[in-house]
């Protein structure tokens, strides 16, 4: 049992890398994947210039970026074939200034119901402090 569950796991990041390869914005801001499986994505981004505001903080945008694109590929990998989803609403706390260092992005799906999905993503910076918090709704496309 346990290897079909590695084996699943690996399908879903090989197919959440391969995604990920035709958006612009992931390796513009350079998110890279750490895991995947149903309901759950990581993803990380190392702090450079490019993403700071000018007192020399990360840019909220850019937090939310993160944030949305989390939750959106944990979406993903429980849809049905042939769908796709859209942000509807997304609201976002933060709760740390972040000036540098490797930020860590973790999105969960709450809930997927016939119409919406809602999911959750929480952003850490390297010690491990909670920066940022988003609810995301997403809803379902046929591509």
């Known amino acids: 049992m346990a290897s079909k569950l590695v084996q699943q796991a690996r399908r879903y990041e090989d197919e959440v890398r391969r995604r990920m390869k035709t958006s612009r914005v992931t390796q513009h801001f350079g998110f890279a994947l750490v895991a995947a499986e149903p ?26 970026a993160l944030a949305d694109t989390t939750a959106a590929i944990a979406s993903y990998t429980v849809i049905a074939p042939g769908r796709d ?21 973790e999105g969960r799906v709450l809930r997927a119901g016939r119409n919406f999905i809602v999911a959750e993503c929480e952003i850490h910076n390297e010690p491990g402090t909670l920066v940022a918090k988003a609810l995301l709704t997403f809803g379902y496309v046929r591509k």
């Open 39 to 64: 309901g759950r994505v990581v993803l990380r981004m190392d702090v450079r210039h490019r993403h700071k505001q000018i007192h020399g903080m990360v840019h909220g945008g850019v937090l939310a």
């Open 85 to 105: 989803v859209v942000t509807v609403e997304m609201k976002i706390n933060f709760l740390e200034g972040v000036s540098g260092g490797r930020l860590t992005a």
